[in-house]
């Protein structure tokens, strides 16, 4: 198996170490737990820093939904981002990542909500980023659309009805021109997809959930339900040599209402 960071280049995992360090001390409030978690969660997981250089959160995108968020890391990566940006230290040929206006993050357990509350409340941030307490199957997205939404790694935790209405009315909160990023398991992803099932079942038994029954499609499903959804549809796998078949979805919804 290669290793996890087989995908970047020297540059590029300096990148990734001094956002995992700029972005987990926001988490520092939290306690030392919320501190080694967002920092072993950014750093293991390639996701992170594919998403940046992929460029699949445009630059423009300034109103964030993330459904999903555990402790509401993403919102503190983007934000580390936009600060490293700004500062002058980005790779040259990056897209530039996006400055981020309003994230609102929404999570089913109390307790990683209370470590992401603390996060951004300690920084001053909580205007910008609120981390609520919310089953997204259940809650409202809210009046006011937005540019983008991230559910990652959180649909296969429901059943395919209910991901098609967290989808559907994921869609109906974008702004024309929107994008809805997904990361999801690829049921046709054969040994790497029972693979990431079973790591899953560990997680949502270390969690708390108990054990759980996970719900996935092949990655054909996924698309089409988006399409269906009047989205355009990228795919790709996430980069590393994670044995997981995990995989972005990266849905625009067309600048013009149709
Ligand atoms: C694997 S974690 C991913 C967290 C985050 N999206 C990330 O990538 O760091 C999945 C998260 O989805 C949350 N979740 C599962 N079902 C949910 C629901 N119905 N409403 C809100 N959150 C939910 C879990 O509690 C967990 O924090």
């Given at each position: 198996m290669s290793?996890?960071?087989?995908?970047?280049?020297?540059?590029?995992?300096?990148l990734?170490?001094?956002?995992?360090?700029?972005?987990?001390q926001r988490f520092r409030a939290g306690g030392r737990f919320?501190?080694?978690?967002?920092?072993g969660k950014l750093s293991g997981d390639p996701m992170f820093l594919a998403l940046l250089r992929m460029g699949a959160l445009p630059p423009q995108a300034q109103d964030f939904l993330d459904l999903g968020c555990g402790q509401a890391v993403l919102a503190a990566w983007l934000l580390a981002?936009?600060?490293?940006?700004?500062?002058?230290?980005?790779?040259a040929g990056w897209?530039?990542?996006?400055?981020?206006?309003?994230?609102?993050?929404?999570?089913?357990m109390p307790a990683d909500v209370a470590r992401g509350q603390a996060a951004f409340r300690a920084s001053g941030d909580e205007e910008r980023?609120?981390?609520?307490?919310?089953?997204?199957c259940q809650a409202a997205f809210g009046e006011a659309?937005?540019?983008?939404?991230?559910?990652?790694?959180?649909?296969?935790?429901?059943?395919?009805?209910?991901?098609?209405?967290?989808?559907?009315?994921?869609?109906?909160?974008?702004?024309?021109?929107?994008?809805?990023?997904?990361?999801?398991?690829?049921?046709?992803?054969?040994?790497?997809?029972?693979?990431?099932?079973w790591a899953d079942q560990l997680v949502t038994l270390a969690r708390g959930h108990g054990l759980a029954r996970l719900h996935a499609r092949p990655l054909d499903e996924w698309a089409a339900a988006l399409r269906a959804?009047?989205?355009a549809v990228q795919t790709a796998p996430t980069p590393g040599g994670l044995p997981f078949a995990n995989t972005f979805l990266i849905a625009r919804a067309p600048a013009s209402p149709a």
């Amino acid at each position: 198996m290669s290793g996890l960071h087989d995908a970047f280049t020297p540059d590029e995992r300096a990148l990734q170490r001094a956002l995992v360090d700029a972005a987990s001390q926001r988490f520092r409030a939290g306690g030392r737990f919320a501190w080694h978690f967002a920092r072993g969660k950014l750093s293991g997981d390639p996701m992170f820093l594919a998403l940046l250089r992929m460029g699949a959160l445009p630059p423009q995108a300034q109103d964030f939904l993330d459904l999903g968020c555990g402790q509401a890391v993403l919102a503190a990566w983007l934000l580390a981002a936009r600060d490293r940006f700004e500062s002058g230290a980005w790779p040259a040929g990056w897209p530039e990542p996006p400055r981020v206006r309003r994230l609102r993050a929404l999570e089913l357990m109390p307790a990683d909500v209370a470590r992401g509350q603390a996060a951004f409340r300690a920084s001053g941030d909580e205007e910008r980023v609120s981390v609520e307490q919310a089953d997204i199957c259940q809650a409202a997205f809210g009046e006011a659309a937005v540019d983008v939404v991230t559910i990652l790694d959180v649909l296969h935790y429901m059943p395919l009805q209910q991901q098609d209405d967290v989808l559907r009315r994921a869609r109906a909160a974008l702004r024309p021109g929107g994008t809805l990023a997904l990361r999801v398991g690829d049921a046709a992803g054969g040994l790497r997809f029972r693979l990431s099932l079973w790591a899953d079942q560990l997680v949502t038994l270390a969690r708390g959930h108990g054990l759980a029954r996970l719900h996935a499609r092949p990655l054909d499903e996924w698309a089409a339900a988006l399409r269906a959804l009047g989205l355009a549809v990228q795919t790709a796998p996430t980069p590393g040599g994670l044995p997981f078949a995990n995989t972005f979805l990266i849905a625009r919804a067309p600048a013009s209402p149709a």
